[in-house]
């Protein structure tokens, strides 16, 4: 809320999720993007919304946001509001819950997937393993490791045309380096707060320059869109990433 209300001074923001701005956009984006996309992420706020874009348009909507405690499946599920759940094996309570998740979705006919983390290897590797048991799992998993240029690990994990083999050594099937462990985690504890801001305007920067911050159109509530898309041929790419780990790339880079 705070970067929202610094991002449009004055402006009554409401997070509405049955806001007209939020559905409508949605709709017509969908609508727009059509059979360019495989899935559209999360392009409303909150389950009643999501609902209503999923009943107007034929794109399958997916999500890490309106889904993701198992209390939160029975309304998203009965209302059809999500299609593809983008799970986070953190959040979701370790690999077992991640694989209880998986047959919830197989059994109602919702995809799954895994969501973007900006993690280290450890997790990636969790990630791999238990995307590798997951036998519905029919989307490429996103990650943000390729860009991180910290790990660890005495060796980095390694992508070949867009996955990661799954080690088949015992346990997660990497070696922790301790020293950089210790040195990162003194960076964290000594950091004085600029580590932990996040500024999605700074990043949408790194990958176009002169991306400004978008208007809110007058007569209409909402936060105007964090990411907006840009076509690239036939591909529709966003600034932040996301690489398959086990099946094939679901981006390519701006």
Known sequence: ????AEAFPGHPLRLDPDGPWSVETSVRVARELGDLLEYLEDPALGTPAMAEVA???GVPLATNMCVTTFAEIEEAFAKGAVQVVLCDHHYWGGLRNTQHLAALCSAFGVGVSMHSNTHLGISL???THVASTVPNLHHACHTHYPWQSEDVLTERLAFDG???TVPDVPGPGVVLDRDELARLHRRWAEDDGSLRERDDAAAMRVAEPGWVVPAVPAGRRGPAPACPLRRDGRRVVSPLV???LIRTT???AP
């Open 1 to 4: 809320m705070r970067a929202l």
């Open 55 to 57: 009943a107007r348009t």
């Open 125 to 127: 590797a969790a990630m």
């Open 162 to 164: 867009g996955r990661v």
């Open 242 to 244: 996301h690489t398959g």
């Open 250 to 252: 679901s981006g390519s």
